[in-house]
């Protein structure tokens, strides 16, 4: 079943009298349950911009959007940000229980679903600290325990893992799959780690240098469990990874070029 259909989307902005082609006739239809990744090599080439106008928090200039929504009662998405997507004056157990609540669901629910994901993040015993009294990586698990607990239609994930040491960012991975596992959530997810690409994605989806198009849509049929050993040994891994590495090489070199020019 289709659940993200995206058509011939395009997206610019004027900046300072500059015109910015941001994203160019983007078409794509991303499954019920599967986790893309949308993976980009060079900066700037519009996978915030994709995120953004799926999130509802910018609007196309042109092309079309659809969200198949199979629960009329949730939420479209939840995104999580690489940083500050918390709230500093809520305490971890309220930042997690924050979307729910904004939905005037019965209290007992709310509080049943929060301990629920609360475990499943691993924040329990953390649950009455405030955010200024957490680590890098348990925030981002707050963020991820609010995202799922908000039971949206899909996820939008903005590297979300992106500013935590290696350690925490195996662990997280690993965690996001076990709940993405659990819950068959539709994920859209950027990054740009190829490693991170591998071990996460059904899909992953090369992006070009600007304007943003996708210049290359990868099935993962690797089995999982996966793990990031497997992805560092696995030969059909490692295939996959020289290939997207060649492509991603030319696209920054284009970026390159564009920029001096
Ligand atoms: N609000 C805005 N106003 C003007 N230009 C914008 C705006 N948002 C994004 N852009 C421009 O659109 C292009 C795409 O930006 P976007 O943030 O989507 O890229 P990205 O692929 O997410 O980049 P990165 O990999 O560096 O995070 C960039 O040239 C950026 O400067």
């Known amino acids: 079943m289709t659940k993200i259909e995206i058509t011939d989307l395009s997206k610019h902005f004027i900046k300072k009298n500059k015109y910015i082609e941001a994203l160019q006739n983007i078409s794509l239809t991303i499954k019920q349950g599967e986790f893309v990744c949308l993976l980009g090599g060079p900066s700037g080439c519009g996978k915030t911009t994709l995120l953004r106008i799926l999130a509802n928090?910018?609007?196309p200039s042109s092309g079309?959007?659809?969200i198949h929504q199979t629960e009329k009662k949730n939420p479209l998405q939840s995104m999580v940000f690489q940083e500050n997507g918390v709230i500093p004056w809520l305490t971890v157990e309220e930042n997690v229980a924050f979307g729910l609540k904004m939905r005037h669901m019965p209290q007992s629910f709310i509080k049943e679903r929060t301990e629920y994901y609360l475990q499943k993040v691993g924040l329990t015993n953390?649950?009455?600290?405030y955010p200024k009294e957490l680590s890098?990586?348990?925030?981002?698990?707050?963020?991820?325990?609010?995202?799922?607990?908000?039971d949206p239609e899909i996820l939008l994930m903005d590297e979300p893992f992106a500013a935590l040491d290696e350690q925490n960012k195996f662990i997280l991975q690993e965690e996001l799959l076990s709940i993405w596992q659990e819950t068959k959530k539709t994920v859209l997810f950027i990054t740009h780690s190829i490693d991170e690409a591998l071990l996460?994605?059904?899909?992953?989806?090369?992006?070009?240098?600007?304007?943003g198009q996708i210049i290359k849509d990868i099935s993962i049929e690797i089995e999982r469990p996966r793990s990031i050993e497997k992805v560092r040994s696995d030969p059909k891994m490692t295939k996959i990874f020289l290939d997207i590495w060649n492509h991603l090489q030319s696209e920054v070199k284009k970026s390159r070029l564009l920029n001096e020019s």
Do not use: C, E, T, Y
Request: glycine share 8%; aromatic share 6%; charged share 25%.
């Open 57 to 59: 928090l910018d609007k």
């Open 64 to 66: 079309d959007i659809v």
């Open 126 to 129: 953390f649950k009455h600290l």
């Open 136 to 150: 890098g990586g348990m925030k981002q698990r707050v963020s991820i325990g609010r995202a799922f607990a908000n």
């Open 200 to 211: 996460l994605s059904d899909r992953i989806l090369l992006m070009s240098a600007q304007p």
